[in-house]
């Protein structure tokens, strides 16, 4: 230590939101600060639960309406409302801040500057002031996410019941491998010095900033793409409802457009817990509703006819062919999408991925959290109870639906006053959804575009703010013109699932892993970061350190390549499945929709 109190030495940089994207920030830096963040959050955890705990009923679920309950906790703490049974906690905690930063727990020299452990600097209060959300909160966000249920019986009807059920088991495992993977990469990057707010934030830090850029623009494409799949499912779900007065179909689709916009004014993923939490109620009421529907009165042929290459003539009343179901591959009279029984059934693992497809989603979940070590506990929940819902909603379904079994199952729900409840419903969790994937896609739109390249606002600021508002708009129109373009909601589902969502979902959380197990593995006695001297010290660099460290961990970095190679070699398979579902959609007797059309497929006039 100086005589005037200052750390020796200390480089001086941005920190927080401003740091993120630094090129000259090396990859031990980076996991030395994400070391003593996850210390830092145990310990604000900690104070969190002394302050909260043996609240009443009505207090917690006041502090969940509460802008920042750590915030609020911290205030009450401040003010010595404590519980006798944490202040040693707190006490402890400040003292170890006041100490001399020069000695650590050991009594050994420590070059750590004095600020490094306080968990109320201003820079690090500014960088976390969005990370909000409990473990709780994200369940409910992965289960609305991921939680397409309504597609699973159109996945049995291109792949019958022995491979839907194989496949669902497998791609639910793998999701779950996946989410573990991003997770254990997000702990050992993101620090509030640092933090990591994007899909492609953790492949800047391990290969480079083309590479993270790369990634943010394709991520923000698939989110772009996703929200134009939602619309485009909206659109079919209003004109259905409005079938009987033979609404125009891009009528329906401004419509769903005008509702999707007003969710544009929340930028945080904190305003969405409550209705999260409906949603999941709401998608269990429409999961017995159709269940019940489907056992009772059979399906309405009308959307999978109109809307695939299924014989026309089924849907005209009196003409409808019997229910068929197989546990083998349906043969091609009875195939929803692709006469090629091969093409037909990537395009029932296309659909079964899309449902899996939450996981580029996740490092925006985990950088929402206050205490990012529990996100192992809602993953785990909301994977478990997805995968088992996928399973069996989809195979009692297609028991009843067989072959009409299509990618919106609400559509399909007979008689007409359930099918209007089921519909309804469903639009409600589709808007939520379509307000996720807009919330993350514009965020990386924003903060990787606009602040990177053309310098706008941070988007926590005034300025920023009424920019995202501005922008949103822009945003949904040029999705509702792709929407529109490309009118065949369950082949584009099957193309945005085999191309983006695959890839997005197993395959580049592979290749994070393993670029973060190479670096681990490659380190050297006597290197690492100096925070006195900002000196990151390294003995070699180049193909030699890539390939020790691959060797060095082996046994985990072989496993994950072929698990990121196998997801390559899937999504190329699923997109040639999707693309020959487009042009037999397109083709004759094909789908009634056509580019930009006003016939309403529902019209019962």
Request: neutral net charge; aromatic residues 14%.
């Amino acid at each position: 230590m100086s005589l005037d109190g200052a750390h020796p030495g200390v480089r001086e940089r941005q920190w927080g939101l401003q740091a993120r994207m630094d090129s000259s920030v090396t990859f031990e830096e980076f996991t030395y600060w994400a070391k003593i963040e996850r210390k830092m959050e145990e310990e604000e955890y900690r104070r969190y639960k002394a302050v909260t705990s043996g609240q009443s009923f009505i207090q917690s679920i006041k502090g969940y309406f509460t802008s920042n309950a750590y915030e609020d906790a911290k205030v009450r703490h401040d003010a010595s409302h404590v519980p006798d049974q944490g202040e040693d906690q707190v006490a402890q905690w400040s003292e170890k801040k006041n100490t001399d930063p020069a000695a650590d727990d050991d009594g050994a020299a420590s070059p750590i500057p004095p600020d490094s452990h306080d968990l109320d600097a201003e820079w690090r209060q500014a960088a976390r002031a969005m990370r909000i959300a409990g473990w709780g909160s994200i369940f409910y966000l992965i289960t609305t996410d991921i939680l397409g249920w309504g597609q699973t019986p159109y996945v049995f009807s291109n792949t019958g019941y022995g491979l839907g059920v194989g496949i669902f088991l497998l791609m639910g495992l793998a999701a779950g491998a996946s989410g573990f993977m991003i997770w254990r990469t997000f702990l050992a990057l993101d620090s509030a010095r640092f933090p990591v707010i994007s899909y492609g934030d953790p492949f800047f830090r391990l290969f480079g900033r083309t590479t993270g850029h790369f990634i943010n623009g394709m991520q923000a494409l698939q989110m772009f793409l996703s929200v134009a799949v939602v619309l485009l499912g909206q659109t079919g779900i209003i004109a259905q409802l409005a079938g009987s007065v033979d609404l125009c179909y891009i009528v329906c689709a401004i419509i769903s457009l005008i509702v999707s916009m007003v969710s544009g004014y929340m930028r945080s993923l904190k305003h969405l817990g409550w209705f999260c939490n409906a949603a999941v109620w709401i998608n269990i009421v429409s999961f017995i509703i159709v269940i019940a529907a489907a056992a009772k009165y059979g399906p309405d042929p009308t959307a999978a006819v109109e809307n695939g290459i299924l014989n026309k003539e089924w849907a005209v009343a009196g003409h409808m062919a019997p229910v068929k179901t197989f546990v083998g591959t349906p043969p091609a009279e009875y195939q929803p999408t692709d006469t090629n029984l091969f093409a037909a059934k990537f395009n029932g693992i296309n659909s079964m991925v899309y449902a899996y497809s939450g996981a580029i989603m996740f490092v925006a979940f985990l950088s929402e959290m206050r205490h990012p070590m529990d996100f192992w506990k809602a993953m785990l929940l909301a994977q478990t109870f997805i995968t088992v819902v996928y399973i069996f909603f989809g195979a009692i379904i297609y028991h009843w639906y067989g072959q009409y079994s299509y990618v919106t199952i609400t559509q399909v729900v007979k008689p007409d006053s359930l099918q209007v409840l089921s519909n309804v419903l469903s639009l409600v969790t589709g808007w939520l959804a379509i307000f996720l994937y807009f919330n993350v896609g514009m965020k990386t739109v924003y903060l990787e575009v606009g602040q990177e390249i053309f310098k706008l606002p941070p988007i926590t600021s005034s300025k920023g703010r009424y920019l995202w508002w501005a922008l949103g708009p822009v945003y949904w129109i040029i999705a509702f013109v792709v929407s529109m373009s490309v009118p065949q909601f369950g082949a584009f589902t099957n193309f945005v699932g085999g191309l983006f969502s695959l890839n997005f979902t197993y395959s580049l959380s592979g290749f994070m892993y393993l670029g973060y197990k190479i670096h681990e593995g490659a380190q050297l006695p006597g290197e690492g970061f100096d925070p006195a001297t900002g000196v990151t010290t390294r003995h070699d660099s180049g193909l030699k350190r890539w390939t020790r460290g691959f060797l060095k961990n082996w046994y985990i970095t072989v496993p994950v390549l072929c698990y990121a190679g196998a997801g390559l070699a899937t999504s190329g398979m699923g997109t040639w499945a999707a693309v020959l579902a487009l042009e037999a959609a397109f083709g004759p007797d094909g789908s009634v929709l056509t580019s930009w059309t006003c016939t309403n497929p529902y019209y019962t006039g």
